[in-house]
């Protein structure tokens, strides 16, 4: 903006800020005193905070006005996302650096390969998907922002720290950046990738389990089939709260066509018929991580079970990152009771050098999970 055009927006916004006090003046003259009058506890402010808010929600409209004015003056967000060129939105963090970064990093390589060393105990393979961050995969779109130093290699060391520990971890940029002209792998306006990103990363992962592990069972045929094309609100636009007054200033919403895998016909995934189909009656391989992986929208389970041509079972969650999940289905019946052959753990790379809540797990179990000598030869070399 000019700055011209920047005097006359702050003298608009002086005016509308003038009509907007003239107008919550209404709702004190709407306002009745309740019954009984409550004032040494707080009742009566209470009361008449609940009905000014009602008539008058200046709080939402502050919020809104503020929200538009970082956005159409500087191209900023609230903190959470990251403004980009053409309406990209990125989450900052990919981009912030994360105090105490190194130290988490180190834990978290620890706790990568005691986990790997755990299910080894239960004679399962783990495969680790290590999803690349959207700003690496569309750095066109950044524009001046920069990356700190914690997030420019962090791709790299992490790949290379599992290649020393002898993890099998396939190169996800590598099978993305090439197809990148062939359609949108990640959405405009949320953290996550689409279902056609989704499904190319199900295809590398399958070839890496294929030719690593003959998967127990007959190979069964799914059907992935499109649905229609619908408009979608990205989770990174909760960071700019600019609805309902400046809707029309947001980025436009992203176009989403979310896919559905089912088996072919005359195959069933009924859990009953399991013996039909495995000789072991169990499921060869489990899914665990984060929304990437439990949000149906991107159809990521689906795309799996296709590529793989086998059922699986999905133990990702939304909102825990990918270490506690995984170490949930560490504690669960399902892997004492029922190993698969195969664990493929999705970790998007961001979350290596952030700390996870363990206040759920016990700390001595968490500390010998971390403490193995494979596992501390692997978190001296992050």
């Not at 003239?22 to 004190?28: H, K």
């Not at 016909?265 to 990437?292: K, R, W």
């Not at 970790?347 to 494979?374: C, I, N, Q």
Request: aromatic fraction near 10%.
């Amino acid at each position: 903006m000019t700055r011209q055009l920047r005097k006359l927006y702050i003298a608009l916004f002086l005016g509308v800020l003038g009509l907007l006090f003239i107008w919550s003046l209404r709702s004190f003259a709407s306002y009745q005193l309740p019954p009984t009058i409550s004032v040494l506890d707080g009742g009566l402010a209470k009361t008449f905070e609940q009905h000014y808010d009602k008539q008058f929600p200046v709080k939402d409209i502050g919020t809104n006005v503020w929200a538009a004015l970082d956005y159409l003056l500087f191209g900023e967000g609230r903190p959470g996302v990251v403004v980009g060129e053409r309406d990209w939105l990125y989450t900052d963090e990919e981009f912030n650096p994360v105090a105490g970064g190194e130290q988490h990093q180190r834990d978290n390589l620890a706790i990568i390969r005691g986990v790997r060393d755990e299910l080894a105990r239960h004679d399962v393979q783990l495969v680790l998907a290590i999803v690349p961050a959207k700003r690496r995969l569309y750095p066109e779109f950044v524009g001046e922002h920069a990356v700190s130093s914690q997030h420019q290699a962090l791709y790299e060391q992490f790949h290379q720290a599992v290649r020393q520990a002898g993890l099998n971890a396939p190169d996800l940029l590598a099978r993305l950046q090439p197809a990148k002209d062939d359609g949108a792998l990640f959405l405009r306006t949320d953290t996550h990738w689409t279902p056609q990103g989704a499904d190319l990363v199900a295809r590398a992962l399958a070839d890496a389990v294929q030719a690593s592990v003959r998967l127990n069972g007959e190979a069964q045929t799914y059907v992935t089939q499109p649905r229609a094309e619908q408009r979608y609100k990205g989770d990174l636009t909760s960071f700019l709260p600019m609805d309902p007054l400046f809707s029309t200033l947001m980025p436009e919403q992203d176009r989403l066509q979310r896919r559905d895998t089912h088996p072919a016909e005359g195959v069933t995934d009924n859990p009953e018929s399991a013996d039909a189909l495995f000789a072991d009656n169990q499921i060869p391989v489990a899914l665990v991580g984060t929304s990437y992986s439990a949000n149906p929208n991107w159809n990521f389970e689906g795309a799996l079970r296709e590529h793989l041509q086998r059922d699986l079972a999905n133990y990702a969650e939304d909102g825990q990152g990918p270490i506690v999940p995984m170490l949930k289905y560490l504690n669960s019946d399902a892997l004492e009771q029922g190993a698969p052959q195969v664990v493929i753990w999705e970790f998007p790379e961001r979350y290596l050098p952030m700390a996870p809540d363990l206040s759920g797990f016990d700390a001595d179990w968490v500390a010998t999970l971390k403490a193995t000598p494979a596992t501390q030869r692997l978190a001296n070399n992050p």
